[in-house]
């Protein structure tokens, strides 16, 4: 079964940096898009970052200058390289993939930025 496990998140201050981990199994990952999502409390699930099977990227307008995604295939991981960090980063951040059976989803990763 397809299964999405993220890592790396934690408390960081404003001006910092993190890379975030997304271990994939159970589908033919460079085949596959792969895209971080993020959902801040009381607000809606947002698209940051996409990268396709073959490496092109794709940024929200949020993030883009500030934020890498990038991609592993050889060790089916996809990461999150957050520089620059700001508050509104604060989120939990979800990896994601669709394949021909389904859309999947990590379990999450809380990122905090605070002073």
């Known amino acids: 079964q397809v299964q999405l496990v993220e890592s790396g998140g934690g408390l960081v201050q404003p001006g910092g940096s993190l890379r975030l981990s997304c271990a994939a199994s159970g589908f033919t990952f460079n085949m596959y898009a792969m895209r971080w999502y993020r959902q801040a409390p009381g607000k809606e699930r947002e698209l940051v970052a996409t990268i396709s099977h073959f490496g092109g990227t794709n940024y929200a307008d949020s993030v883009k200058g500030r934020f890498t995604i990038s991609r592993d295939n050889a060790k089916n991981t996809v990461y999150l390289q957050m520089n620059s960090l700001k508050p509104e980063d604060t989120a939990v951040y979800y990896c994601?993939?669709?394949?021909?059976?389904?859309?999947?989803w990590g379990q999450g990763t809380q990122v905090t930025v605070s002073s």
């Open positions: 994601n993939v669709m394949t021909g059976t389904g859309r999947y």
